[in-house]
């Protein structure tokens, strides 16, 4: 079926044959949905700690942190902000000429608002000679949208949401770059040094790089640390071949197999080249202004003490059973699997060697939200491949949407997973795990894409946060909503949470 053309294409991403082969075979098979004990809630997986357990695990966090470990906050922040726009290009391509929806109304009636004005002001200027006040007083309302959205303006729809101007300040707007830059050095910095790592689209990776370099030194004297600020791309290796609904390859008009990118699954690899104990994640858009981040700063701390306290006693079992456990260590180790860890051994049997494997593994704490009817996964107890059940963070395509008590589960879900990661990567010795070792390869996705009008099939990964760390021992932690604030679409930035 693979030409040696084909052969050539794949060998230069760095995939073999055998992947590609698996990939079709997946297209064929489908995967399998997961298999669901219960939603997690307060007092079944999600810990919820009360004011003064707050209070130490901040001490514990900031004990660690004295210690001199390497702390890493990890940004995906390869997304193009595109789908930001989708109303605003909607309404440069339509047949009327003035805000008629009520996304566009408020778009228009409140664009004073938006960290951005001064800029596309100056854009408008520079294009048509003529401000915003001048072009809306005329009824040119398309031209302020177009000079956000083209090239020739500001080009936000086609730059990554890490660049975009989100925050107004006194001394100028910021981008959501600089606001993890700002968090890292709140609650990430150790040894007066904040290490930030970015994955970026190649094609964004010199302008980030250009504002890092005119950003970086202003907030490292306003907060007294130095910045190791490093990036990386999504490798060509975690492509995944597409398929045509027959689930043959799908080829371009030259021929050539079409290859897209395998979703953020694909950064397990990133994460896997940190150099770090302990990793920060969270998504690009998810940040506040200055005069919100004290409850994030917080929240970030109580979980990362949830997280170095879980782990300092995982590491104390794992030497006491490399000494040899007496039969009334075993039993206190695995109260501690199943009740701080919460993993069930369903029938597993519960000696020395189940132990090792459930203890000697990556760690995370998640942070998790109260259901407001956000889209999202969420956290569920699960049956692993192994029989035993455990917390997960799940996808609605992770679910048979035909199993009507799953369904419940999920509709009635108390919380959901607002991508507030801590993760513990290296083992009780100091050696890094090699995460890829972790994923459970049977929880990807296909979806359905066109290319051209053409209808085709894509393969996801599993997700960085869903099958990529499906092995590793989780633990959730319920952190407040004010903690949340994603930006979906631009007029999200003008919530008082973005103002």
């Known amino acids: 079926m693979l030409s040696e053309k084909d052969l050539k294409q794949i060998s230069e991403k760095g995939i073999t044959p055998e992947q590609i082969e698996n990939q079709l075979n997946e297209f064929k098979t489908g995967f399998p949905f997961l298999r669901l004990e219960a939603a997690a809630s307060i007092g079944n997986g999600i810990i919820a700690p009360s004011e003064a357990e707050r209070k130490s695990l901040v001490e514990a966090w900031n004990a660690y942190k004295a210690e001199g470990k390497r702390v890493v906050k990890f940004v995906p922040a390869s997304g193009a902000a595109s789908r930001m726009f989708k109303n605003m290009f909607a309404f440069v391509d339509a047949d009327y000429d003035a805000p008629t929806t009520d996304f566009e109304k408020k778009y228009f009636g409140e664009l004073e608002k938006f960290a951005f004005y001064d800029a596309l002001d100056a854009a408008c200027q520079k294009n048509q000679g003529k401000g915003i006040k001048a072009l809306i007083a005329e009824g040119n309302y398309k031209a302020v949208a177009a000079n956000m959205l083209k090239a020739e303006g500001l080009n936000y729809g086609q730059l990554p949401k890490g660049l975009l101007l989100f925050h107004k300040y006194a001394e100028g707007p910021r981008t959501p770059m600089e606001e993890h830059l700002v968090e890292g050095a709140l609650y990430a910095a150790s040894n007066g040094e904040a290490h930030v790592h970015f994955t970026v689209s190649h094609e964004h990776m010199a302008l980030f790089k250009a504002k890092v370099a005119e950003k970086a030194d202003t907030f490292a004297k306003k907060y007294g640390i130095k910045y190791d600020i490093t990036f990386s791309e999504q490798k060509p290796s975690t492509d995944t071949v597409a398929a045509n609904p027959d689930n043959s390859p799908f080829r371009n008009d030259d021929g050539s197999l079409l290859f897209r990118p395998g979703g953020h699954g694909a950064l397990i690899e990133n994460l896997n080249e940190i150099d770090a104990d302990v990793i ?112 997960q963070i799940l996808e609605s395509s992770q679910i048979d949407t035909n199993n009507e008590a799953y369904m419940k589960m999920f509709t009635q879900g108390t919380h959901f997973n607002p991508v507030d990661l801590v993760c513990a990567v290296k083992n009780y010795k100091g050696e890094p795990f090699n995460l890829p070792d972790f994923v459970d390869k049977t929880t990807g996705f296909i979806s359905s894409k066109s290319k051209a009008g053409k209808e085709l099939k894509a393969l996801e990964l599993p997700g960085l946060w869903n099958g990529a760390m499906s092995d590793w021992s989780t633990v959730f932690v319920e952190v407040p909503l004010g903690t949340f604030n994603p930006v979906k679409t631009v007029n999200d930035l003008l919530r008082n949470q973005h103002q």
């Not at 994030?296 to 006693?313: F, P, Y």
């Not at 701080?340 to 090792?356: E, S, T």
């Not at 956290?379 to 059940?389: E, M, S």
């Open 280 to 391: 920060f994640i969270k998504n690009i858009d998810n940040v506040v202004p200055d005069r919100l981040k004290p409850e994030t700063v917080e929240w970030k701390q109580v979980i990362a003490g949830v997280l170095v306290t879980l782990q300092k006693k995982a590491f104390e079992y794992l030497h006491l059973l490399d000494a040899g456990a007496t039969d009334a260590q075993i039993a206190e180790i695995a109260a501690f699997v199943e009740k701080d860890l919460c993993i069930a051994p369903k029938g597993q049997k519960v000696d020395a060697d189940y132990l090792r494997r459930k203890l000697n593994r990556p760690m995370r704490v998640c942070g998790v939200v109260k259901n407001v009817g956000e889209p999202g996964g969420g956290p569920f107890l699960t049956y692993n491949q192994d029989g035993t059940v455990s917390l």
